[in-house]
């Protein structure tokens, strides 16, 4: 057993008191075997800096960035969440916006989306349980993703309590807002056929 400590931000933004607390890691739950990873930040058990919540529930929306190297059909996510209040009502509601600038801006894609698997990671957080949720989308509503565009996710929930966890050095939007940290999460789906993936350089062109 690991303890270490993380810090605990409170904003109203954040939904999250300030203090520290112990922190048990394991590691993450195995894959789903038709799914492939094309993009992630993920939570992993040798976090040494800060651990945050980012509150996207209620009147809070939290969005990021990610982009593809690979063209690829989306049909899931993982994020790594905290249920403050100890329920997983559904649904999320799941929205994959445009990037303006380096900022989200209007939908490109969005459904409510009542297939998830909860993961306890054996984590936590303040002493509440550190979740991986998986959220898999509807066949008929798969997206096709072009490699190296940027586009901004927005996992909202349905429920009273919802913190999705992020790290330090990122461009975190909350509600429309920058924030200096990255959600963790996990874009997931099937890679184009035949098709090469973009350099580096190509990706931070689009930028």
Same mark, same amino acid.
């Given at each position: 057993?690991?303890?270490?400590?993380?810090?605990?931000?409170?904003?109203?933004?954040?939904?999250?008191?300030?203090?520290?607390? &112990?922190? /048990?890691?394991?590691?993450?739950?195995?894959?789903?075997?038709?799914?492939?990873?094309?993009?992630?930040?993920?939570?992993?058990?040798?976090?040494?800096?800060?651990?945050?919540?980012?509150?996207?529930? @209620?009147?809070?929306?939290?969005?990021?960035?990610?982009?593809?190297?690979?063209?690829?059909?989306?049909?899931?996510?993982?994020?790594?969440?905290?249920?403050? &209040?100890?329920?997983?009502?559904?649904?999320?509601?799941?929205?994959?916006?445009?990037?303006?600038?380096?900022?989200?801006?209007?939908?490109?894609?969005? &459904?409510?989306?009542? #297939?998830? /698997? &909860?993961?306890?990671? @054996? !984590?936590?957080?303040?002493?509440?349980?550190?979740?991986? !949720?998986?959220?898999?989308?509807?066949?008929?509503?798969?997206?096709?993703?072009?490699?190296?565009?940027?586009?901004?996710?927005?996992?909202?929930?349905?429920?009273?309590?919802?913190?999705?966890?992020?790290?330090?050095?990122?461009?975190?939007?909350? #509600?429309?807002?920058?924030?200096?940290?990255?959600?963790?999460?996990?874009?997931?789906?099937?890679?184009? *056929?035949?098709?090469?993936?973009?350099?580096?350089?190509?990706?931070? *062109?689009?930028?």
């Amino acid at each position: 057993m690991i303890r270490k400590t993380i810090l605990i931000l409170s904003t109203l933004a954040l939904s999250a008191a300030l203090g520290l607390t &112990d922190f /048990t890691s394991v590691s993450p739950p195995s894959r789903d075997d038709d799914l492939q990873i094309l993009w992630e930040d993920p939570f992993f058990d040798d976090y040494y800096w800060p651990l945050y919540l980012l509150g996207s529930c @209620g009147l809070n929306h939290v969005q990021d960035d990610f982009v593809l190297e690979t063209s690829a059909v989306v049909k899931g996510f993982d994020c790594w969440a905290v249920y403050r &209040d100890g329920e997983h009502p559904q649904p999320f509601i799941v929205t994959i916006r445009y990037d303006w600038y380096g900022k989200p801006d209007g939908t490109y894609w969005s &459904d409510r989306l009542t #297939d998830v /698997t &909860d993961t306890d990671t @054996g !984590s936590d957080y303040a002493n509440y349980d550190i979740w991986q !949720s998986r959220i898999l989308l509807r066949e008929s509503e798969s997206i096709h993703i072009e490699a190296g565009t940027p586009f901004w996710l927005e996992i909202y929930f349905t429920g009273p309590s919802f913190g999705w966890t992020a790290r330090e050095w990122g461009n975190v939007h909350i #509600d429309w807002e920058e924030y200096p940290w990255s959600a963790l999460f996990r874009v997931l789906g099937t890679p184009d *056929a035949g098709v090469e993936d973009s350099s580096w350089g190509e990706i931070k *062109a689009t930028f």
